[in-house]
């Protein structure tokens, strides 16, 4: 039998210290009221990496991760790099890459490698779907290397989202394969509603996206765990994006799990950094929880109608059958 | 590397700028680009973001949905085909309208998925991404746009003008399919990791063109036609000068339409009224990763 497609580790990094909206937002002409409204939303903290290029992000992000991973692992041995974004800000002027620069720093030879983004915040789980299915080739090279960075710049009113969330820059990388394994993974599946493909700032799709996104994060939820009934759903923690405390809590009380099984501190701690948000919780408490033995599930929600869930598994334990769709 | 991928090719479009009306669409630099601009503008120009709204009065993702939308009528897109958009950088527009728009456009009922930062080899990561993850997927939509603002197109006029273009490729699977159509057989890979020579781009055309050459030498010895991105006659005759054996070599088109020029060489190809069967078509992007792609004609077109 082959030997099962899991997580060999996660790693991120998050420019400078921590910010605290309170004082940064009187800084930077943020009403109080404002300001009241984020930290009643569960948001507190965020990271500045306004003197970083998406690029030298993401090579940190990969030197810390190389630093942790098993000494036998070779940079010849990654066949695949997926680099998942939200935003578009500080891409590289053309023809160099993230990537380019990237396979240049660590000298990766990969078979190919690609950068996604339409998706938004559930890129990420396409890129963990594409190193999936490359892994589960017979001929491929046994690891896959997926990284994310996101960033923004400006004023406070582009950091901030709403009253339900502050942006953080960063960068994260993960590895998968099918030895040094600390999870197993599940196949993502994903919601469209591409209805709403040109994002919020169609007055419409606003409104829209308001109404629905919390309760087609419920559906989603739902119909994977339905899909995977042999996961263990009274273990199960929740990994959301770093954002939308009020959201979440509708969503873990329409699929009647209690709130302990959300993992809401890096809303307070991190901040939202969009497609990193799931490698850094991953990283953050998802392993040790995976080492306790509990599975995960981490989700990325899009604002253009996108949204994408994933299940790491204990490597101990019930082993899940892995079903996909298509 | 090597794939063999004996997709049919159903349907083919590439347009450029002359083919496509106008309309009251206007494009815009990223939002906030200014402020990313320092991480993003080439560092050879001297430019002030300040002045950097360039506009056109059309946008190729929405030419690209319009063209799309119209041809569906007739093609046979099933709901459940796997779309793959690719793009050579993300500099012209935001992204996700553009992919998740087809998405919607042509009521897709299965996963959409864009490549950006591709290059001018969107169309070879395409195919490599369907042969490695998505080998059961009996059809496959691939899409490419590319719509250039200054100061890139400037930037990059010194080795190959660009132009705006837009194409898609409907490739089936099917053995029937497969005697009606042209076929794409065999993709081959060419990667150059030392991009950082101080000769510029010579080296990577001089590597590439040896590299096509042995690849014509001992894989595909019995190709006819050799097709190209087009790029400017001196870097050309790096690649050609190397060819040691008779094909015919159709010369250069007048522009690089970026990703999409995969698709405009493939569609010369069909439309060569020749009996010639066998093309390779092939792109580089100054990235350092280039494609060779095998393509065979039926005996009845």
């Known amino acids: ?326 | 590397m090597k794939a063999e991928i004996n997709l049919a090719i159903v349907h083919n479009e590439s347009r450029s700028p002359s083919k496509i009306g106008n309309n009251p669409a206007t494009i815009h630099y990223p939002y906030l680009f200014e402020e990313a601009g320092k991480f993003s503008r080439p560092s050879d120009i001297e430019c002030n973001p300040k002045t950097m709204n360039s506009s056109k009065n059309y946008d190729i993702g929405d030419e690209l949905f319009k063209d799309l939308e119209k041809a569906s009528q007739n093609l046979p897109i099933d709901k459940d085909i796997r779309h793959i958009h690719s793009q050579y950088t993300v500099i012209d527009r935001f992204l996700s309208s553009r992919c998740l728009g087809i998405h919607h456009t042509l009521k897709l009922e299965s996963d959409t998925l864009c490549v950006d930062q591709c290059g001018t080899v969107g169309l070879g990561r395409s195919l490599q991404l369907v042969n490695s993850c998505y080998k059961n997927d009996k059809a496959v939509l691939l899409t490419c746009a590319d719509q250039w603002l200054e100061p890139y197109q400037r930037n990059i006029s010194d080795t190959v003008g660009y132009c705006d273009s837009y194409g898609y490729l409907l490739l089936n699977r099917s053995e029937l399919d497969q005697k009606r159509y042209p076929v794409i057989r065999r993709v081959h890979r060419f990667s150059h990791s030392d991009m950082s020579e101080p000769e510029g781009y010579h080296k990577l055309f001089n590597d590439f063109g040896c590299w096509l050459s042995n690849l014509l030498k001992y894989e595909c010895q019995d190709v006819q036609v050799i097709i190209g991105d087009p790029y400017q006659s001196d870097y050309l005759g790096k690649i050609y000068d190397k060819f040691d054996k008779e094909s015919e070599v159709i010369p250069p088109r007048k522009g690089h339409e970026g990703t999409v020029a995969t698709l405009a060489s493939i569609q010369e190809f069909i439309s060569l009224k020749s009996d010639k069967r066998k093309s390779l078509i092939w792109s580089l992007s100054l990235s350092g990763e280039g494609y060779a792609f095998v393509i065979e004609k039926p005996k009845e077109i």
């Open chain 1, 1 to 326: 039998m082959k030997k099962p497609i899991g997580i060999i580790d996660a790693e991120y990094f998050l420019p400078g210290d921590a910010i605290d909206i309170s004082t940064w937002g009187r800084v930077h002409g943020v009403e109080q009221k404002r300001i009241e409204a984020l930290k009643r939303n569960g948001c507190r903290y965020f990271y500045d990496g306004t003197d970083y290029s998406d690029s030298s992000l993401v090579n940190e992000s990969v030197a810390r991760l190389w630093k942790k991973l098993p000494k036998s692992i070779k940079v010849e041995e990654i066949g695949l790099i997926v680099h998942a974004r939200t935003q578009v800000f500080s891409i590289p002027a053309p023809p160099i890459s993230i990537l380019q620069n990237l396979k240049n720093t660590f000298q990766f030879q990969p078979d190919f490698d690609m950068s996604i983004c339409q998706l938004a915040c559930a890129s990420v789980y396409k890129a963990m779907e594409i190193g999936i299915r490359y892994l589960e080739n017979p001929d491929a090279r046994p690891y896959v290397l997926v990284v994310t960075s996101d960033r923004v710049f400006g004023s406070a009113s582009h950091r901030i989202r709403q009253s339900g969330g502050i942006q953080s820059d960063g960068a994260a990388a993960v590895l998968l394969g099918r030895k040094f394994l600390k999870s197993i993974l599940v196949a993502p599946k994903f919601y469209f509603d591409s209805r709403l493909h040109r994002g919020p700032l169609y007055e419409d799709n606003s409104k829209l996206i308001a109404q629905t996104c919390w309760r087609d994060s419920a559906n989603l939820i739902k119909e994977y765990l339905d899909l995977h009934p042999s996961i263990d759903k009274e273990r199960l923690k929740v990994l959301p994006i770093n954002a939308d405390l009020t959201l979440w809590k509708i969503i873990l009380k329409t699929l009647k799990m209690p709130e302990s099984q959300l993992f809401s501190e890096n809303i307070y701690r991190r901040g939202h950094a969009c497609s990193n948000d799931f490698i850094i919780n991953l990283s953050d408490i998802g392993l040790a929880n995976l080492e306790k033995g509990n599975p995960v599930l981490s989700f990325g929600q899009s604002n253009l109608g996108v949204q994408g869930c994933l299940v790491n598994l204990p490597k101990t334990g019930k082993f899940c059958e892995v079903k996909r769709e298509g």
